[in-house]
C-alpha cells in the first residue's frame, strides 16, 4: 500500500495568518495520463469530509480562493493563505492512483 | 443537487448481522462508483471498499476483504455495506462517497455502528 504522511499532526493558527500542511507519498502519484492522484479533505467537527482540492491543485466546486493546493510526484502542499475560524478541523489528503486508496493520518487545525 | 442519504444509526451485538443503505440521488447512479470509508472513534479515515453500480463490480481493500461485502441495486440508486457477523471492533461511522477519478467527491453524512454486547 502506498503510505501518506501528513505533517505537522496539529496546528494552532491566529485568524487571518497563513497556514501550511505537507503530504508526503511513499511513491509517485503521477500517472502515465499526466494526472497526479492527490486530494485534499477538511473534515469539519460532526461532519463528513469534505473535497477541498483534486489532482494536486483544482479547487473544487465552492471552495474559497484562499485554499491552494501544489506539489508534484511525492511531494504536496495545502496552503491556507489566511485562516478564518470556519476552517478549524482535520484536514486529510489521500491518493487513488493505487488501491487501496490510502489516507494520511490528519492535521488538525485550530484557532489562537 | 447531488446527494447521497444513507440509513439511520444502528446498535448490534456481537455476531449480528447488518446490512446499512446509501442512496444517490441528483446524478445518474450507475456513471459513478461508490466507495465505503470507516472512521473508527476519534480516529482517521479509512477506504474499505468500492463499487461500480452500473454493473456491481467491486474492490475491496485487503484490511476489509472478507469481511464485509458492497453490493448495490441500480434500481432503486442504492449502495449497501454488509456484514455476516459483527464484531466489537467494528464500532464507528461508516461514510458512503461517490467517486470522482478515485476519490470521494461527494459524501453522505454517515451511518454510525454500535457494537456492544
Known amino acids: 500500500d502506498i503510505v501518506m504522511t501528513q505533517t505537522p499532526l496539529s496546528l494552532s493558527v491566529t485568524p487571518g495568518q497563513p497556514a501550511s500542511i505537507s503530504c508526503k507519498s511513499s511513491?509517485?502519484?503521477?500517472?502515465?495520463?499526466?494526472?497526479?492522484?492527490l486530494y485534499w479533505y477538511l473534515q469539519k467537527p460532526g461532519q463528513p469530509p469534505q473535497l477541498l482540492i483534486y489532482?494536486?491543485?483544482n479547487r473544487f466546486s465552492g471552495v474559497p480562493e484562499r485554499f491552494s493546493g501544489s506539489g508534484s510526484g511525492a511531494d504536496f502542499t495545502l496552503k491556507i493563505s489566511r485562516v478564518e475560524a470556519e476552517d478549524v478541523g482535520v484536514y486529510y489528503c489521500?491518493?487513488?492512483?493505487?488501491?487501496?486508496?490510502?489516507f494520511g493520518g490528519g492535521t488538525k487545525v485550530e484557532i489562537k | 443537487e447531488v446527494q447521497l442519504v444513507q440509513s439511520g444509526a444502528e446498535v448490534k451485538k456481537p455476531g449480528e448481522s447488518l446490512r446499512i443503505s446509501c442512496m444517490g440521488s441528483?446524478?445518474?447512479?450507475?456513471?459513478?462508483?461508490i466507495s465505503w470509508v470507516r472512521q473508527m472513534p476519534g480516529k482517521g479515515l479509512e477506504w474499505m471498499g468500492r463499487?461500480?453500480?452500473?454493473?456491481?463490480?467491486?474492490n475491496y481493500s485487503p484490511s476489509f476483504q472478507g469481511h464485509v461485502t458492497i453490493s448495490a441495486d441500480k434500481s432503486i440508486s442504492t449502495a449497501y455495506l454488509q456484514w455476516n457477523s459483527l464484531k466489537a471492533s467494528d464500532t464507528a461511522m461508516y461514510f458512503c462517497?461517490?467517486?470522482?477519478?478515485?476519490?470521494?467527491?461527494?459524501w453522505g453524512r454517515g451511518t454510525l455502528v454500535t457494537v456492544s454486547s
Open positions: 462517497a461517490r467517486n470522482r477519478d478515485g476519490a470521494g467527491e461527494y
Open positions: 441528483g446524478y445518474i447512479f450507475t456513471s459513478y462508483w
Open positions: 463499487i461500480d453500480p452500473s454493473d456491481s463490480s467491486t
Open positions: 511513491q509517485s502519484l503521477l500517472l502515465s495520463d499526466g494526472r497526479t492522484y
Open positions: 489532482q494536486v491543485s
Open positions: 489521500v491518493q487513488s492512483i493505487q488501491l487501496p486508496q490510502t
